[in-house]
C-alpha cells in the first residue's frame, strides 16, 4: 500500500501530475494543504476528474466528505488528540459510511496505546525527510504491533525492503516522487518494487 501526501505549497503542473499518478495506480492520495482555506480546498478538489475522488483522503475541512465521494478522512496528530481522544460527536455531521479513516503519529508507543481503530496509521519519521531538512529519521521498528502501519519519513525505493523489515505494511511518500524529474516514472518504480518485496515475504 502506497500513500502519496501531498505537496505543502502547490507546484507547477501538480493537477495535471496527480492525474497521470492516478492512471498509474495511486489508490491514496492525502489531500494535506495546510495554507488553503476551505474555498481553495473546494476549488483543488474540482480540478480533478470525479472519478479520482474516490482515491482522496482530506487531511482539513472534514466536512468535505459530505459533498464529494472522497475515501475518508485524516486526523493529524493534534486534531486526533483535540478531536477524537478529548471530544464527543465529532462525526455526528459527517458522512462516514464506507469512508476511511486514518491518523498520523509520531512515537510507535502512541500507536500500540492508541484505543481508536484506524484504518491505517501513519507513522514519522522512519528516515530522515526528503522534504523537510534537518526532519531526522528514528528507524522505528514496528514488529511488535498488530495494527497496520504504514512507514513515512525518507522513504524511497531503496529503502523499501528496510522499511518492510521493520514491520509496516505499507508505505507514506512525499518528497522522493514529488521532488523527482519525473513524478510518475519515480512512484511506479516505487510501487513496482513494493510489489515484489511484498510478494517475496508471503
Not at 482555506?37 to 479520482?52: D, F
Not at 474516490?54 to 493534534?78: C, T
Not at 498520523?104 to 500500540?112: E, G, L, R, Y
Request: hydrophobic share 40%; net charge positive; charged share 20%.
Amino acid at each position: 500500500m502506497i500513500v502519496l501526501i501531498a505537496p505543502e505549497q502547490d507546484i507547477p503542473n501538480e493537477i495535471d501530475t496527480l492525474h497521470h499518478l492516478f492512471k498509474a495506480g495511486l489508490q491514496y492520495y492525502h489531500f494535506r494543504k495546510p495554507f488553503k482555506n476551505l474555498e481553495e480546498h473546494l476549488a483543488y478538489l474540482n480540478q480533478i476528474e470525479v472519478q479520482y475522488h474516490n482515491r482522496i483522503v482530506v487531511h482539513y475541512f472534514h466536512e468535505l466528505v459530505n459533498s464529494y465521494n472522497l475515501k475518508g478522512i485524516h486526523f493529524q496528530e493534534q486534531k486526533r488528540l483535540a478531536a477524537l481522544e478529548n471530544g464527543n460527536g465529532y462525526f455526528n455531521t459527517l458522512q462516514m459510511a464506507g469512508k476511511t479513516m486514518s491518523s498520523s503519529f509520531h512515537n510507535p508507543n502512541d500507536v500500540a496505546i492508541c484505543e481508536i481503530e484506524f484504518d491505517y496509521y501513519l507513522l514519522s519519521p522512519v528516515f530522515s525527510s526528503i522534504s523537510k531538512k534537518g526532519y531526522q529519521g528514528k528507524g522505528f521498528n514496528v514488529t511488535a504491533i498488530d495494527k497496520f502501519i504504514i512507514g513515512m519519513g525518507g522513504i524511497e525505493s531503496e529503502n523499501l525492503e528496510k522499511t518492510l523489515k521493520l514491520g509496516y505494511k505499507g508505505v507514506g511518500i512525499l518528497g522522493a516522487v514529488w521532488k523527482a524529474k519525473d513524478p510518475v516514472k519515480e512512484f511506479l518504480k516505487i510501487k513496482n518494487t513494493l510489489e515484489q518485496l511484498q510478494k517475496l515475504r508471503k
